[in-house]
């Protein structure tokens, strides 16, 4: 297919300083869980981008010295020269593409507690350490000063040798220690680096020029800006201070990559932003510099991306995590197959990655972080070996998903689904309060198999194990999804509470499906992630009194990891939602609830007209069990294969569940029984 001339513009070349771009697709640096620790997985995540049309390619943060040391967070490293090889495996993996190749340049100041290297912290004042670790930063001296810039000019001349063609000093998401000099906030000194803007901007200007004088012959030199922080006067906004450094320093750097602050509203869930919801923040960053400027704002639609280049908002269409769900976004759009991108969600379930030091994962790409260790390409897959059929029972994320990839490696494929609708969880969970973008991890399947005349799709066609037998099919896998628990069981309690009648308990499945619930509402959260939050909130938007419960100490506790735990809190707040932590629903008696407190078991009570209760899922499994326990007339049906995947295997995300229906269908008829079923990027022991 053509491309639409409409599209042109963004594949024209741009100039950045002594390099050229050769398109306007820009990932910009975020951080993957790998590091430094993981680089052959690394490079390959990077190299597939390249391969899949983004024009420049850029690291996470890489750490210029010890005194910056993240651990045990994931990120790159450069502290002298044996960094180099791994570094050099990502330039080379995007310039085998025809990429750029970027490095942001990291220091933490007081973001570092340096717990692995064991040196103070350095910052622009006294401060705590903002991970909350019991130590607080130095305040940098003159001497410090100046070590900090031969440290970031040493990083800098390593980065041109490694083969970096635009290089990065990093004054953002309130995490560099630029940053922290440039806000009143972080920076009370009374010398030349503190008081007024003009001396706070010193140390930004002075590194910017250090590393343009070091390696600007030949790599050009970005400034990463959080030009406003959302905190009002308290911080630096887009109308006062944020304006002012732009303008201070308008033409120094090569090229401008400017955001909000801090990484939560810079990557703000969907749930909370829509698409180019920076564009209000950063819209003025053009208008006092002629070099290029990159943003951000999960563009996933090329006419919203057409429409920030022909407005004069942006010259590069910046993504991390549309560049994460689809790495061949661009090229999709550049071969005329837009209606085969793979649209972000905004779940921020691959920050979750960084955020525990794991490899990141993707909701809707389940090959993220893949690419190196089981060889998965977010585009190719081996074609089928033999002409056998395959009857996949149930169409959620992971059924939809294990027929889709079944399908395009050219498998008979026949997909049947209990209801009328299509998506399973995904469906149900994307009808709640700000989850919409959850249905296209339902969409982009549907449509995707629809073109496939290999795969047959059967709606409301609940299947019996006799059905299955009388249907057929060499090799079956059931993937019929989860329920949600009523007697309590979970986390908090491993033995049914005996003051919990599960008739009168609900669950979000109820909650989901329609069912009529009295108020005053108590939704007992021991689930922790975001559904618990997001049922408060639908059950108050209908005009309930809402209680949320959870025994964790904090509403929603795992969200911490996708970043969205305070805009939760927010708005339930906001709603006037009770949030009551550190409590657990122990019964259930009239129209009251009993509460106990989690460290002191101290019993409480709270007016209850209906308790809806997210503990545990347990595996609609029932078919599968039933297929298993007679194994000859699974035989005499011709079956020789029945197999389970996601939630009715063992109930975990929808990021999971696409993952192990994408697993199954690459894994299917190839023969692996290797017991370790991928490669580890094992470090090599060497001259310390």
């Given at each position: 297919?053509a491309?639409?001339?409409?599209?042109?513009?963004?594949?024209?070349?741009?100039?950045i300083?002594?390099?050229?771009?050769?398109?306007?697709?820009?990932?910009v640096?975020?951080?993957?869980?790998?590091?430094?620790?993981?680089?052959?997985?690394?490079?390959?995540?990077?190299?597939?981008?390249?391969?899949?049309?983004w024009?420049?390619?850029?690291?996470?943060?890489?750490?210029?010295?010890?005194?910056?040391?993240a651990s045990?967070?994931?990120?790159?490293?450069?502290w002298?020269?044996?960094?180099?090889p791994?570094?050099?495996?990502?330039?080379?993996?995007?310039?085998?593409?025809?990429?750029?190749?970027?490095?942001?340049?990291?220091?933490?100041?007081?973001?570092?507690?340096n717990?692995?290297?064991?040196?103070?912290?350095l910052g622009?004042?006294?401060?705590p350490v903002?991970?909350?670790?019991?130590?607080?930063?130095?305040?940098?001296?003159?001497?410090?000063?100046?070590?900090?810039?031969?440290?970031?000019?040493?990083?800098a001349?390593?980065?041109?040798?490694?083969?970096f063609?635009?290089?990065?000093?990093?004054?953002?998401h309130?995490?560099s220690?630029?940053?922290h000099?440039?806000?009143?906030?972080?920076?009370?000194?009374t010398?030349?680096?503190?008081?007024k803007?003009?001396?706070?901007?010193?140390?930004?200007?002075?590194i910017?020029?250090d590393?343009?004088?070091?390696?600007?012959?030949r790599?050009?030199?970005?400034v990463?800006?959080?030009?406003?922080?959302?905190?009002?006067?308290?911080?630096?906004?887009?109308?006062?201070?944020?304006?002012?450094?732009?303008a201070?320093?308008?033409?120094?750097?090569?090229?401008?990559?400017?955001?909000?602050?801090?990484?939560?509203n810079?990557?703000?869930?969907?749930?909370?932003?829509?698409?180019?919801?920076?564009?209000?923040?950063?819209?003025?960053?053009?208008?006092?510099?002629?070099?290029?400027?990159v943003?951000?704002?999960?563009?996933?639609?090329?006419?919203?991306?057409?429409?920030?280049?022909?407005?004069?908002?942006?010259?590069?269409?910046?993504?991390a995590?549309?560049?994460?769900?689809?790495?061949?976004?661009?090229?999709?759009?550049e071969?005329g197959?837009?209606?085969?991108?793979?649209?972000?969600?905004?779940?921020?379930?691959?920050?979750?990655?960084?955020?525990?030091?794991v490899?990141?994962?993707?909701?809707?790409?389940?090959?993220m972080?893949?690419?190196?260790?089981?060889?998965?390409?977010?585009?190719?897959?081996?074609?089928?070996?033999?002409?056998?059929?395959?009857?996949?029972?149930?169409?959620?994320?992971?059924?939809?998903?294990?027929?889709?990839?079944?399908g395009?490696r050219?498998?008979?494929?026949?997909?049947a689904?209990a209801?009328?609708?299509?998506?399973?969880?995904?469906?149900a969970?994307?009808?709640?309060?700000?989850?919409a973008?959850?249905a296209?991890?339902?969409?982009?399947?549907v449509?995707?198999?629809?073109?496939?005349?290999?795969?047959?799709?059967?709606?409301?066609?609940?299947?019996?194990?006799?059905?299955?037998?009388?249907?057929?099919?060499?090799?079956?896998?059931?993937?019929?999804?989860?329920?949600?628990?009523?007697?309590?069981?979970?986390?908090?309690?491993?033995?049914?509470?005996?003051?919990?009648?599960?008739?009168?308990?609900?669950?979000?499945?109820?909650?989901?499906a329609?069912?009529?619930?009295?108020?005053?509402?108590?939704?007992?959260?021991?689930d922790?992630f975001?559904?618990?939050?997001v049922?408060?909130?639908?059950?108050?938007?209908?005009?309930l009194?809402?209680?949320?419960?959870?025994?964790?100490?904090?509403?929603s506790?795992w969200?911490?990891?996708?970043?969205?735990?305070?805009?939760?809190?927010?708005?339930?707040?906001?709603?006037?939602?009770?949030?009551?932590?550190g409590h657990a629903?122990t019964a259930?008696?009239?129209?009251?609830v009993?509460?106990a407190?989690a460290?002191?078991?101290?019993?409480?009570?709270?007016?209850?007209?209906?308790l809806?209760?997210?503990?545990?899922?347990?595996?609609?499994?029932?078919?599968?069990?039933?297929?298993?326990?007679?194994?000859?007339?699974?035989?005499?049906?011709?079956?020789?294969?029945?197999?389970?995947?996601g939630d009715c295997?063992?109930?975990?995300?929808?990021?999971?569940?696409?993952?192990?229906?994408?697993?199954?269908a690459?894994?299917?008829?190839?023969?692996?029984?290797?017991?370790v079923?991928?490669?580890?990027?094992?470090?090599?022991f060497?001259a310390?």
């Amino acid at each position: 297919m053509a491309r639409d001339p409409r599209y042109d513009i963004l594949f024209e070349p741009v100039r950045i300083g002594p390099v050229t771009a050769r398109n306007r697709f820009y990932q910009v640096p975020h951080c993957n869980g790998m590091g430094h620790t993981r680089p052959r997985m690394l490079a390959a995540m990077r190299g597939i981008k390249a391969e899949g049309g983004w024009a420049v390619v850029c690291t996470e943060e890489v750490e210029i010295h010890p005194s910056s040391d993240a651990s045990p967070a994931r990120e790159g490293r450069l502290w002298d020269d044996r960094d180099l090889p791994a570094l050099e495996l990502m330039t080379e993996a995007v310039h085998a593409h025809g990429s750029l190749a970027g490095i942001e340049l990291f220091h933490g100041g007081i973001n570092s507690a340096n717990r692995m290297s064991r040196m103070v912290s350095l910052g622009p004042s006294s401060r705590p350490v903002r991970t909350f670790d019991p130590i607080q930063v130095r305040a940098m001296d003159r001497h410090d000063i100046r070590a900090l810039r031969r440290w970031h000019r040493a990083a800098a001349l390593r980065a041109k040798r490694a083969g970096f063609d635009v290089i990065y000093v990093y004054a953002a998401h309130d995490l560099s220690v630029l940053m922290h000099f440039l806000s009143r906030r972080r920076n009370e000194r009374t010398d030349e680096y503190g008081g007024k803007l003009e001396n706070r901007v010193r140390l930004l200007r002075e590194i910017i020029e250090d590393t343009k004088e070091a390696v600007g012959d030949r790599s050009a030199v970005a400034v990463r800006l959080a030009v406003d922080e959302l905190l009002g006067a308290e911080g630096i906004t887009a109308e006062a201070e944020g304006h002012d450094i732009v303008a201070m320093l308008a033409d120094l750097p090569d090229l401008w990559d400017v955001n909000v602050s801090d990484w939560a509203n810079d990557s703000a869930v969907s749930r909370f932003a829509e698409e180019g919801y920076q564009e209000r923040h950063i819209a003025f960053v053009k208008q006092l510099t002629s070099k290029p400027v990159v943003g951000v704002g999960r563009f996933t639609s090329p006419d919203a991306m057409v429409s920030q280049i022909r407005g004069g908002i942006l010259d590069f269409i910046g993504a991390a995590r549309p560049s994460i769900a689809d790495p061949f976004l661009p090229r999709k759009i550049e071969e005329g197959r837009i209606d085969e991108i793979r649209e972000c969600i905004g779940c921020n379930i691959c920050v979750s990655g960084d955020m525990t030091q794991v490899p990141m994962r993707c909701t809707q790409n389940p090959t993220m972080g893949e690419e190196w260790r089981r060889g998965w390409h977010p585009e190719i897959i081996p074609a089928k070996r033999t002409d056998e059929a395959i009857l996949v029972v149930g169409a959620g994320p992971a059924g939809l998903e294990c027929a889709r990839a079944l399908g395009q490696r050219g498998f008979d494929v026949h997909l049947a689904e209990a209801g009328t609708e299509l998506g399973g969880r995904v469906t149900a969970e994307a009808r709640l309060p700000g989850l919409a973008a959850w249905a296209r991890v339902r969409d982009h399947r549907v449509q995707r198999i629809a073109a496939m005349p290999n795969v047959q799709v059967y709606r409301d066609s609940r299947l019996s194990a006799d059905h299955v037998r009388e249907f057929g099919m060499p090799h079956v896998v059931i993937a019929t999804g989860a329920r949600w628990r009523r007697d309590g069981v979970g986390r908090w309690h491993g033995i049914a509470p005996s003051g919990l009648d599960p008739s009168r308990v609900l669950t979000p499945d109820d909650v989901l499906a329609g069912a009529a619930v009295p108020g005053p509402v108590v939704v007992f959260d021991d689930d922790h992630f975001y559904l618990g939050g997001v049922i408060a909130e639908k059950l108050r938007r209908d005009g309930l009194e809402v209680t949320l419960v959870t025994p964790a100490a904090q509403v929603s506790a795992w969200t911490v990891n996708t970043l969205e735990q305070r805009m939760i809190y927010r708005r339930l707040i906001e709603l006037d939602v009770e949030l009551v932590t550190g409590h657990a629903v122990t019964a259930q008696r009239d129209a009251n609830v009993e509460l106990a407190c989690a460290f002191t078991g101290r019993a409480s009570c709270r007016p209850c007209g209906s308790l809806v209760a997210l503990t545990a899922r347990l595996p609609v499994d029932d078919l599968y069990l039933s297929l298993t326990a007679d194994p000859d007339s699974l035989a005499a049906s011709g079956i020789r294969t029945v197999s389970r995947i996601g939630d009715c295997e063992a109930p975990a995300t929808i990021a999971a569940a696409v993952h192990a229906g994408h697993r199954f269908a690459r894994e299917f008829g190839e023969g692996s029984t290797d017991e370790v079923p991928f490669r580890r990027d094992v470090e090599m022991f060497g001259a310390g």
